[in-house]
């Protein structure tokens, strides 16, 4: 087994996953740069490019991007430039930026106001990710509950 | 149709959904906010409580929320105290907050290390939210493209 990620880091609420998620990538300009370089972006330029960023606040994020795991950096020949490549817990982030996607595409455009869209290999939007429960019903809040540590297990 | 949310603000990136999302809730104090707020908290002190959260910050971050239309506040009898409700774009950010949960569920904990579970109303775990293509299949920041505002349409 790897070491988990931000192993002996303090933790906002240790107990909570969605906190520790947080903790590591919940900040604007971190989530960005993991989008972009879901995107093809490896290099500090690519990353600058796309984000218009100051570069002061773009290395502190690349770093703490390599240092929590989710970047590795790998030095191009010559051995002035590096690039960052997203590592496999990085790449499985997938998943939190396409939520990021569709509830932005739901929520903070006009129907016929153009963005950007993901396609799959045929060029076909991704449908509508949702949660769902073990039978295959949609969940959502309001049917579902979080058990906390230390809770006698039961129904929600 | 409803106005969509932060009409008429500067975005980072107007044209990606996903830098929308984050414009609004892409720090780790509104993300926490938004976890609490499904989780039954509705007050100050109850988002307090669970935060730890110095009360300047607090304040800030739900008057944020409200302003972006995430919640909604009223009065309660006696007009003292204010209680805040996720309005239903606030509730649709359920997907995301499921999908951060899972992230650090995969990520950030070892095995046997305790941490808070999502259950439905059986209280069975929720299973893994992935991404699909339209026709089920798994897909991943690598078998799909994000295709540009004004890019002739075309496969992957």
Redesign the interface.
């Known amino acids: ?1 790897t070491t ?3 192993s002996g880091r303090e933790w ?2 240790p ?10 990538v ?3 300009w971190s ?2 740069i993991v ?1 972009d370089a ?2 093809g972006a490896s290099t500090f330029t690519d990353f600058q490019q796309r ?1 218009g960023i100051a570069r002061n606040i773009l290395t502190d994020r690349l770093r703490k991007l390599v240092d929590q795991g989710i970047l590795t950096t790998s030095t191009l020949p010559g051995g002035k430039r590096h690039t960052y490549q ?1 590592t496999a ?1 990085g ?21 016929d ?15 509508q ?6 039978r295959g ?1 949609p ?12 809770e006698v ?4």
């Open positions: 087994m988990p990620l931000g906002t609420d107990l909570c996953p969605v906190a520790r998620t947080v903790d590591l919940g900040d604007r989530l960005l989008r879901m995107d984000l997203l817990p790449q499985d982030l997938f998943t939190l930026i396409v939520a990021l996607r569709q509830w932005g595409e739901r929520h903070t455009f006009t129907p106001e153009p963005h950007s869209t993901l396609v799959d290999h045929t060029g076909t939007p991704l449908p990710l949702r949660p769902e429960n073990h019903d969940v959502t809040a309001e049917t579902t509950r979080v058990r906390k540590v230390g297990r039961g129904p929600a």
